[in-house]
């Protein structure tokens, strides 16, 4: 096969196999048979463009095969079952969404039925009968279009591990018998919980790996983007929809600054703010306005969002409104108690007010369980300490980070800030954000 033919399969396979597993999904009713049929429409896609060409509109020949397949499935499901009468009646209801063309076959699969297609598979892919892993590796696979070994090289863990997650996850949606629908009500609010949930640790992966040897995996926060925005355009009236979406491009508009030229981490006061990036600044703040304008208590991620626009405003890092910060994190821990939310406001509480009332509540939960093997809390709290002149302390809180860290990037680092402060150099360290 040619490598233009080759790039153009892949290309838009990244880009439709979501739409397309979607769609077949419709008719099948099972995720799992959904994604073999899609992928039975890339490889006549692979057999077929060498030698006839590229389609006009590849997404609707690819949408247009999968669900003839998934038509041929059902004749024979259908056949085997003896159910031949029956079979006649469906197929003439399954068959008028297919038409020969395969441009008319994208008209006919109109924007409105993809949406909701594509909302049911989120929701699917993102039930809460799967674990978190699982969930997160079946969306990855399912909306994000990355293959096996590409989502596991991300999150570092063996190819066959993420393979099996895959499989549990499609088997155990099928044994439960999860429906192809979206909740309705109370149950959608908590299930759109869990959609989000999953969206930004697929995120905050990328942003901040947590192990190896790269601060960074940009593909993951691409990944997260892409779906963030894509839920967001499907579900208009969801302010913590697009509170999520506003949090991620903001983050997202610092990946240039967070890294130097040889790939270690810069700190967010460090960085060089030339080097965010504008129109990320601009969709953040503006996927912010929607989430304020829709209403109601700002959520937790709308809130994040806020906090991440006040750096995202302030040119230099003297200008940043830390009194406001830590007024929204004051809001966070009241929408989303946490250990981890509460050690954020310890930071900002010291920038804002000096770092003595910072360490203050830092020293109030330090045999807080959930934080214990944590390594942002002695980071932190060394932090303060050195900030309030408290040097042998503050290396002491940098090596006990180190010592706990995974990340090989954010370990030198921890190494570096200990070693600054004078003593001996520690043998390993730790991350900071």
């Not at 994208?106 to 039930?127: K, M, Y």
């Not at 190819?159 to 009500?185: W, Y």
């Not at 002149?389 to 002491?396: Q, T, V």
């Not at 990340?407 to 900071?432: C, V, Y």
Request: hydrophobic share 50%; glycine share 6%; proline share 5%.
């Amino acid at each position: 096969m040619s490598q233009p033919v080759h790039r153009a399969v892949e290309a838009v396979w990244r880009l439709e196999c979501a739409k397309i597993t979607a769609g077949v999904a419709r008719m099948v009713r099972d995720v799992g048979l959904a994604e073999e049929l899609a992928q039975d429409a890339l490889v006549a896609a692979l057999e077929h463009w060498p030698t006839a060409g590229v389609p006009d509109n590849p997404g609707a020949w690819l949408m247009a095969t999968a669900k003839n397949r998934a038509l041929d499935r059902l004749r024979r499901d259908k056949l085997v079952a003896g159910k031949h009468e029956q079979l006649g009646h469906e197929l003439e209801a399954q068959e008028a969404l297919i038409v020969p063309d395969f441009v008319d076959a994208l008209d006919a699969a109109r924007a409105d039925e993809i949406g909701d297609d594509l909302l049911r598979l989120i929701f699917t892919a993102c039930h809460p009968v799967l674990s978190t892993d699982a969930r997160v590796a079946l969306t990855l696979k399912l909306l994000g279009g990355l293959t096996t070994a590409e989502i596991a090289r991300a999150y570092l863990v063996p190819e066959p591990t993420i393979a099996q997650r895959i499989v549990r996850a499609k088997r155990t949606l099928s044994a439960a018998k999860v429906p192809f629908e979206l909740p309705r009500g109370d149950t959608l609010a908590a299930r759109l919980a869990s959609v989000l949930e999953v969206i930004y640790l697929i995120f905050n992966e990328g942003y901040t790996a947590t192990a190896g040897e790269d601060w960074m995996r940009p593909a993951l926060c691409d990944e997260a983007l892409r779906l963030g925005r894509i839920l967001a355009g499907l579900s208009p009236d969801e302010p913590e929809v697009h509170g999520l979406v506003a949090l991620m491009e903001l983050q997202a508009s610092r990946a240039a600054a967070r890294t130097d030229s040889e790939g270690r981490p810069v700190l967010l006061l460090a960085q060089d703010r030339s080097r965010w990036d504008r129109l990320l600044i601009r969709r953040g703040l503006a996927a912010l306005e929607r989430a304020e304008a829709l209403g109601g208590a700002l959520g937790p991620y709308a809130l994040q969002a806020a906090i991440a626009a006040c750096h995202a405003r302030a040119a230099v890092p003297e200008a940043t409104d830390w009194p406001r910060i830590a007024a929204l994190y004051d809001a966070l821990a009241q929408a989303l108690p946490s250990p981890v939310v509460e050690l954020n406001r310890a930071v900002a509480v010291g920038m804002a007010y000096g770092p003595a009332q910072g360490l203050a509540i830092i020293d109030a939960m330090r045999d807080e369980p959930a934080l214990q093997g944590y390594h942002w809390l002695p980071s932190v709290r060394g932090d303060l300490l050195a900030k309030l002149g408290r040097a042998d302390e503050a290396r002491a809180e940098f090596e006990r980070a180190a010592a706990l860290v995974r990340n090989e990037r954010e370990r030198a680092l921890l190494i570096e800030r200990a070693s600054s402060l004078g003593g001996a150099q520690p043998a390993s360290g730790g991350r900071t954000h």
